[in-house]
């Protein structure tokens, strides 16, 4: 009895399940973005034009229930393509998807629907330090401003609709 042919092919799918395994686990879509920080949080340093490049993805299947998603909310909000304020709820649903992408075509951007490394960066450039202190303090939308900042370690937080300091986190939504 030869048992070679059923070990080959033993082999070959055996190899086959690990390398899918892999790849799976080391291509999230967040790595997947070419340069992706890694952080927990919206980050930056030095100047804050220039922060959000790097910043990961926030989809309807990636970072959907995060604070990091209601940060972006409030951008759209801002800038007008979300009709509230009570739509910043840090669920990045069909609603905010689709105001995404109204976004993204109103800057020349590919309209996705998907908020990565080069939506963030277009959108930073709205970053703004209004008192002249040198620090930020404000997303300039158009048509409405919100309060914004960037903490001592790099990491950025806005206040939610009652008022509460927030941290952008993409791992936990507490925003309202």
Same mark, same amino acid.
């Given at each position: 009895?030869?048992? $070679?042919?059923?070990?080959?092919?033993?082999?070959?799918?055996?190899?086959?399940?690990?390398?899918?395994?892999?790849?799976?686990?080391?291509?999230?879509?967040?790595?997947?973005?070419?340069?992706?920080?890694?952080?927990?949080?919206?980050?930056? %340093?030095?100047?804050?034009?220039?922060?959000?490049?790097?910043?990961?993805?926030? #989809?309807? #299947?990636?970072?959907?229930?995060?604070? %990091?998603?209601?940060?972006?909310?409030?951008?759209?909000?801002?800038?007008?393509?979300?009709?509230? $304020?009570?739509?910043?709820?840090?669920?990045?649903?069909?609603?905010?998807?689709?105001?995404?992408?109204?976004?993204?075509?109103? $800057?020349?951007?590919?309209?996705?629907?998907?908020?990565?490394?080069?939506?963030?960066?277009?959108?930073?450039?709205?970053?703004?330090?209004?008192?002249?202190?040198?620090?930020?303090?404000?997303?300039?939308?158009?048509?409405?401003?919100?309060?914004?900042?960037?903490? #001592?370690?790099?990491?950025?937080?806005?206040?939610?609709?009652?008022?509460?300091?927030?941290?952008?986190?993409?791992?936990?939504?507490?925003?309202?």
């Amino acid at each position: 009895m030869n048992f $070679r042919p059923k070990r080959i092919k033993l082999a070959a799918g055996t190899i086959g399940a690990l390398t899918a395994a892999v790849l799976a686990v080391s291509t999230s879509p967040a790595a997947a973005s070419g340069t992706y920080s890694g952080r927990a949080y919206v980050y930056g %340093a030095g100047a804050f034009s220039d922060d959000w490049g790097d910043e990961g993805i926030l #989809s309807t #299947s990636t970072n959907t229930y995060s604070n %990091a998603t209601c940060l972006w909310q409030k951008i759209l909000w801002a800038d007008g393509f979300l009709g509230s $304020r009570a739509d910043v709820d840090g669920i990045f649903g069909t609603g905010t998807r689709d105001a995404t992408r109204a976004w993204q075509r109103s $800057r020349g951007l590919s309209d996705d629907g998907v908020v990565g490394k080069d939506t963030f960066a277009v959108a930073d450039g709205r970053l703004r330090d209004w008192d002249g202190n040198g620090a930020l303090d404000t997303y300039d939308g158009e048509p409405w401003n919100f309060s914004v900042w960037r903490d #001592s370690e790099g990491r950025y937080g806005f206040n939610d609709g009652y008022d509460n300091k927030r941290l952008a986190g993409y791992d936990y939504r507490t925003c309202s």
